[in-house]
Nanobody
Framework: QVQLVESGGGLAQAGGSLRLSCAAS????????MGWFRQAPGTEREFVAA????????YYADSVKGRFTISRDNAKNTVYLQMSSLQPEDTAVYYC????????????????WGQGTQVTVSS
């Protein structure tokens, strides 16, 4: 049974930092791209960042470019999202996911999803 478990969310002040982790179990995803998405109340889930299996290809949403960094450790079957210069508009539930087909930036290409971790940024 595949499981993705996010951790590291919480409350941060504007300008602060948080580091999210997503640990996969049940199978190895060392040959799959992985991504982070987020969903704020009343909005659709949106793409945040994605990384290829080797780490050689990385995508970021324009809204987080220069502030967030995605990385992965295939030996630990874990993907990370380092978030810096946080802003109140970054408040959302953050989900990690495993890409199995299609575009890096579309949620339709991701098959396995975590349960999400809440990130709240106060002004």
């Amino acid at each position: 049974q595949v499981q993705l478990v996010e951790s590291g969310g919480g409350l941060a002040q504007a300008g602060g930092s948080l580091r999210l982790s997503c640990a996969a179990s049940g199978r190895t995803f060392s040959r799959n791209a992985m991504g982070w998405f987020r969903q704020a109340p009343g909005t659709e889930r949106e793409f945040v960042a994605a990384i290829s299996w080797s780490g050689a290809t990385i995508y970021y949403a324009d809204s987080v470019k220069g502030r967030f960094t995605i990385s992965r450790d295939n030996a630990k079957n874990t993907v990370y999202l380092q978030m810096s210069s946080l802003q109140p508009e970054d408040t959302a539930v953050y989900y990690c996911a495993v890409k199995t087909q299609g575009s890096f930036v579309s949620s339709s290409g991701y098959t396995y999803w975590g349960q999400g971790t809440q990130v709240t940024v106060s002004s």
